[in-house]
């Protein structure tokens, strides 16, 4: 399975729990976890087979992060901003994340054409930073198949997941094809009508792309 779905507010629930039958994770947004007070974590351990991951969005010191993490237990995976740096941010948070076996996935480019105005010249940068973390994973842009090859070749071993297909114009597959493990999905399946339909279908386009480009 190539798809993540992105839950970002509470009122998709229905819609999630029905299109996470075709997903192999659900990626919790921080609007939903904020908005539920946590509660979106245990409901999509309850509607949900897959892992759940937290988009907290990480970016602060080592010790407000850690504490961060701590106010959402149960996840298997959390998501931070690699433009903290290494030393007293990111070095304890994964630290600590390690202690309690949750994965940590290091955002290094954004799906946002504003992700070129600082982010992204700074790819070399936040790729080291990366290298030094040795996180379980990265997040890189769907919009900009280029940045997720990037990323591939120089971590042939990282799980790469790719947001921005659907409603911020990626196609299913753009990014499987430059490397990436999985595709995150949210609006484009959560405002669909029927949301599995559209999960299925999306993981069918997925497949096809996948057999041209390898
Ligand atoms: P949608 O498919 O509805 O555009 O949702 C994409 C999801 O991925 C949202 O939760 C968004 O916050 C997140 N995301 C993104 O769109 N671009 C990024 O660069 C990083 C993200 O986490």
């Known amino acids: 399975m190539t798809l993540i779905i992105a839950w970002d507010r509470p009122g998709d629930a229905k819609a999630v729990e029905q299109a996470c039958r075709a997903a192999v994770a659900v990626k919790l947004g921080l609007p939903l976890v904020i908005q539920t007070r946590g509660r979106a974590v245990y409901d999509a351990r309850r509607m949900c087979d897959g892992m759940v991951i937290a988009d907290l969005k ?4 080592g010790a407000t992060m850690k504490s961060i993490v701590d106010s959402i237990p149960g996840v298997d995976g959390v998501i931070a901003h690699a433009f903290v740096g290494v030393e007293g941010a990111l070095d304890e948070l994964k630290e600590h994340l390690d202690s309690k076996g949750v994965g940590l996935y290091l955002l290094v480019s954004m799906s946002h054409p504003g992700s070129r ?3 992204d010249q700074a790819i070399d ?3 080291d930073v990366a290298e030094k973390v ?3 994973g990265l997040v890189a842009p769907a919009t900009r198949p280029g940045i997720v090859r990037m990323a591939r070749d120089r971590f042939p071993d990282k799980v790469i997941i790719s947001p921005g297909v659907g409603a911020q114009g990626a196609r299913p597959g753009d990014a ?3 490397g990436a493990n999985y595709e995150i999905v949210g609006r484009a399946i959560t405002r669909s009508g029927n949301p599995l339909e559209r999960a299925l279908e999306i993981r069918r386009m997925q497949e096809v792309a996948l057999r041209y480009c390898r």
């Open 58 to 61: 990480l970016a602060d010191i």
């Open 134 to 136: 040795d996180p379980l």
């Open 176 to 178: 499987l094809c430059a």
């Open 117 to 119: 105005d600082v982010i």
């Open 125 to 127: 940068r936040l790729f």
